[in-house]
């Protein structure tokens, strides 16, 4: 989960179902930069497909159905890391 509002992706005019590039950063190095679904939860990509979806808390997660992105991509919080999401036309 990040800190980013879901409201922005919203603003941005991504929809459910909209394909989004996501790029995760770690003191600016891409560990993370690959094309996904933004879709309103697990149950709407393959098992092992990563997504983009709204947490429970109402921010832009990035996960990956029945897996575990954050310990296969070595990603982390906190000031080093970044994120960049953009709607793929």
């Keep these: 989960?990040?800190?980013?509002?879901?409201?922005?992706?919203e603003d941005a005019g991504v929809s459910h179902g909209d394909?989004?590039?996501?790029?995760?950063?770690?003191?600016?190095?891409?560990?993370?930069?690959?094309?996904?679904?933004?879709?309103?939860?697990f149950g709407f990509v393959s098992e092992a497909?990563?997504?983009?979806?709204i947490s429970e808390t109402k921010?832009?997660?990035l996960a990956k159905n029945l897996r575990d992105i954050a310990t296969e991509y070595d990603i982390g919080s906190g000031p080093d890391w970044t994120m960049e999401l953009s709607k793929e036309i």
């Design 1 to 9: 989960e990040t800190n980013i509002p879901y409201q922005m992706l």
């Design 19 to 41: 394909k989004v590039r996501c790029i995760v950063r770690r003191k600016g190095t891409a560990v993370f930069d690959s094309t996904v679904t933004y879709a309103p939860s």
């Design 49 to 53: 497909d990563p997504l983009v979806m």
């Design 59 to 61: 921010h832009v997660e």
